[in-house]
């Protein structure tokens, strides 16, 4: 069976300091990966999808930026952490289906 | 372009009674999909069912079941026999068959379940 993993799981950082969050996909090939932010009490707005190494999609220009260095790897990063930035980040895949299925989250505070 | 419209930001019905979640949404596209998602306490998003468009029989999973009016454009959730674990946010959700693979949320429904 599928597993998607995050970490970290809560994050606080200040501001402007860098940002790494990862998340890796088991148990499937070439899955479609994408990365949602939730903010507090909101719905969620997709930040960035990939459908294969070195494909990056953005849907929100942003200080934030991703990377899929792997199949199964896909990093969201920013070189300088805002205010705004906070949030709750969720990472999703999605292969021969057309559901997403969602990872446990990385909840940022950044002070 | 597609949007999705959540009316009731929140709800709460009785432990084992029936609750129906409403769900509108706008679409362009002639073949699309649509899920409710359950997002509980520890925030991770959980598929609860989906919805072929060009399916007319409604989806149902267990005590979850659907009320899908394509012509208005309705998608509705369905819960039974309602749950102290049914307690969540749930979002409704939609995407295109082909193209675009990007899933458009509605702003969600806090559900709560009443002992």
């Known amino acids: 069976s599928q597993t998607i993993h995050q970490w970290p799981a809560t994050l606080v950082q200040p501001v402007g300091s860098p940002l790494s969050l990862e998340c890796t996909v088991e148990?499937?090939?070439?899955?479609?990966l994408y990365w949602y932010r939730q903010a507090a009490g909101r719905g969620l707005q997709l930040l960035f999808y990939?459908?294969?190494?070195?494909?990056i999609s953005s849907e929100v220009p942003q200080n934030l930026s991703a990377s899929r260095p792997q199949d199964r790897q896909f990093i969201l990063s920013s070189k300088k952490l805002l205010l705004s930035d906070s949030g709750f980040y969720l990472c999703?895949?999605?292969?021969?289906?057309?559901?997403?299925?969602f990872g446990p989250g990385t909840r940022l505070t950044v002070t | 372009a597609q949007t999705v419209t959540q009316s009731q930001p929140e709800m709460s019905v009785q432990e084992a009674e029936t609750v129906t979640l409403s769900c509108t949404y706008d679409?362009?596209?002639?073949?699309?999909?649509l899920f409710w998602y359950k997002q509980p306490p520890s925030r991770q998003m959980i598929l609860v069912i989906r919805?072929?468009?060009?399916?007319?029989q409604n989806a149902t999973e267990n005590r979850f079941s659907v009320n899908f009016q394509k012509a208005a454009k309705s998608f509705s959730l369905k819960i039974s026999d309602s749950q102290l674990g049914d307690a969540a946010m749930y979002f409704c959700?939609?995407?295109?068959?082909?193209?675009?693979?990007?899933?458009?949320f509605g702003t969600g429904t806090r559900l709560t379940i009443i002992p």
């Open positions: 999703a895949w999605s292969g021969l289906a057309y559901e997403q299925y």
């Open positions: 148990g499937t090939s070439n899955p479609n």
């Open positions: 990939s459908v294969g190494i070195g494909q």
């Open positions: 679409t362009s596209e002639s073949d699309y999909y």
């Open positions: 919805q072929e468009a060009y399916k007319q």
């Open positions: 959700a939609s995407r295109p068959t082909f193209g675009n693979e990007k899933l458009t």
